[in-house]
């Protein structure tokens, strides 16, 4: 069985067991995450949700919070000498996949 479920503004296919990284989270690690915005369920029977399956809910351990890849802001005034050069990291939180509940 798996479900797909939206998480700050995407979409993303899981099944039961399965380790996600959506976008920063409030939530402590090791704490229980309920995703209730289902759009689908597969596997067998598919439910589909206009726009949300009523009464389902994919439930998740959160694994722990991480840092993306480091990307370069760079900011340049042409011929005036001036420049400004920066880096981000996104943070990201990954998700364990306990159940899917239909």
Request: glycine content about 14%; charged content about 25%.
């Amino acid at each position: 069985m798996y479900a797909i479920v939206m998480a700050g503004g995407k979409q993303y296919k899981v099944q039961e067991g399965a380790t996600i990284t959506v976008d920063l989270l409030a939530a402590e690690a090791g704490s229980e995450y309920v995703l209730d915005k289902v759009l689908m369920i597969g596997g067998g029977e598919a439910k589909i949700g206009a726009p949300y399956v009523a009464g389902a809910a994919v439930t998740c351990q959160v694994a722990g919070h991480v840092k993306g890849k480091k990307i370069v802001v760079f900011h340049k005034r042409r011929r005036k000498d001036s420049h400004k050069k920066q880096g981000h990291r996104q943070g990201y939180t990954q998700l364990k996949v306990t159940g899917i509940q239909a």
